[in-house]
């Protein structure tokens, strides 16, 4: 088994999970998105990336194949990036999720990115990401997945309502209270 680390990032849309997934990238980790499988997963529907049809899809997903399909999709790609590289697990927003990354990465470090909602959803309503849209219905659909539970099981929460250069500061200490330096 290999050495290589992983770690699962959580937290509502426009928390700053992007932010630390780059840091992390920037440290030589290699980023995977469980939101690319749902964005992979609408383009081979023909759809177009509209929030909508993103929204859709990954709900149509989880109801058809169950609420860990979208992880169980990933799992080839955590598996060989770790042979080679620390990984970055971006995204997971469900309890599901989590369990079937465990029974197969049992070795793992989740960071749970928690941000007030009047900040996220200024972030999001500024951003041009093709998932973002209603940040209500966004939001309803996410909570409504379990994310609060995964956060609860969080083995680290780091908060994002300072400044940009504090929250960075905040994500170094916190990857550095883990050994990630």
Do not use: C
Not at 89 to 102: F, K, P, S, T, V
Not at 128 to 133: F, P
Not at 142 to 162: H, P, R, S, Y
């Amino acid at each position: 088994m290999s050495e290589n680390r992983i770690i699962v990032l959580s937290g509502p849309p426009g928390s700053g999970k992007a932010a630390v997934g780059h840091i992390l990238e920037e440290m030589g980790w290699k980023i995977l998105s469980l939101g690319d499988v749902v964005r992979s997963e609408v383009a081979s529907r023909n759809l177009e990336p509209t929030p909508s049809n993103i929204g859709y899809v990954a709900q149509d997903m989880r109801d058809q194949f169950g609420p860990a399909i979208v992880m169980e999709r990933l799992l080839h790609d955590i598996e060989a990036a770790v042979e080679h590289n620390h990984v970055v697990i971006d995204g997971l927003r469900q309890i599901e999720e989590l369990e079937r990354l465990q029974s197969s990465q049992p070795r793992m470090i989740v960071i749970a990115v928690e941000a007030p909602e009047s900040d996220r959803r200024e972030r999001i309503n500024s951003r041009l990401r093709s998932d973002d849209g209603n940040f209500d219905e966004r939001e309803a659909r996410e909570w409504g997945w379990g994310l609060e539970m995964v956060m609860q099981l969080a083995d680290l929460t780091i908060k994002n309502d300072q400044t940009e250069g504090d929250f960075r500061a905040s994500i170094f200490n916190s990857l550095h209270s883990i050994g990630v330096e």
